[in-house]
């Protein structure tokens, strides 16, 4: 079982950038493991970090300044393509919820399923989130998952957003799809035994 996810506030990592790829989420060259340990030290590694291993300094996972557990970034996040291990090193970096204006489907998939939340707001929205975390980097969103709700803090910006309803009871109670059946076992067995 996985973390439950109700309520989330936090600051945020801020990425401004459209159409990042996973390729650039996770480079190919770190696709050979099986398991999601350490994804999260090679999430965005050619932008974080120079050719020798060092940070960027112009990055922004790489600056003190940013920080927290809400990924912000530009729009078509997660195009390119499909590797469950973009949402891998996501979740492994810290993040338990990513922020854009529109996801590319696959990505959107893959988050859910394994415990990472996508947020679909809108443009407006989404300019709103840039503009207050560039004045204050101690700007935080609450994300409330029961109310399907994001909002940021102090402000009046406040938007609902989607999720099916499967996907929601999943990710509230820490459920992966088999703990979900586990979860339904006597409502199968009942179902199996009138048949």
């Known amino acids: 079982m996985r973390n439950k996810f109700t309520t989330l506030q936090s600051t945020v990592v801020p990425l401004p950038i459209e159409n990042i790829d996973t390729d650039q989420i996770i480079p190919a060259r770190f696709l050979k493991a ?3 340990e350490g994804f ?3 999430l965005f590694r050619d932008w ?3 050719n020798n291993g060092e940070p960027k300094a112009d990055f922004v996972m790489n600056n003190a300044t940013y920080k927290g ?3 912000v970034a530009g729009k078509n996040f997660g195009c390119g393509s499909s590797r469950e291990h973009a949402a891998w090193a996501i979740d492994g970096a810290g993040f338990r919820a990513v922020v854009s204006s529109f996801f590319a489907d696959i990505f959107r998939n893959n988050a859910l399923n394994n415990g990472l939340l996508p947020v679909t707001v809108s443009e ?3 300019a709103e989130i840039f503009k207050a975390v560039e ?3 101690a700007t935080t969103l ?3 998952l029961s109310e399907q709700t994001i909002e940021i803090e102090g402000q009046p910006m406040k938007e609902k957003f989607d999720i099916t309803p499967y996907k929601k009871q999943c990710l509230m109670n820490g459920y992966d799809d088999v703990d979900y059946l586990v979860s339904i076992h006597e409502e199968i067995e009942n179902y199996e035994n009138e048949r």
């Open 34 to 36: 099986t398991t999601r």
């Open 40 to 42: 999260g030290e090679n």
């Open 48 to 50: 974080r970090y120079d």
């Open 69 to 71: 557990e809400i990924l």
């Open 124 to 126: 407006e929205m989404l």
């Open 135 to 137: 004045a204050n980097p």
């Open 142 to 144: 609450k994300i409330d």
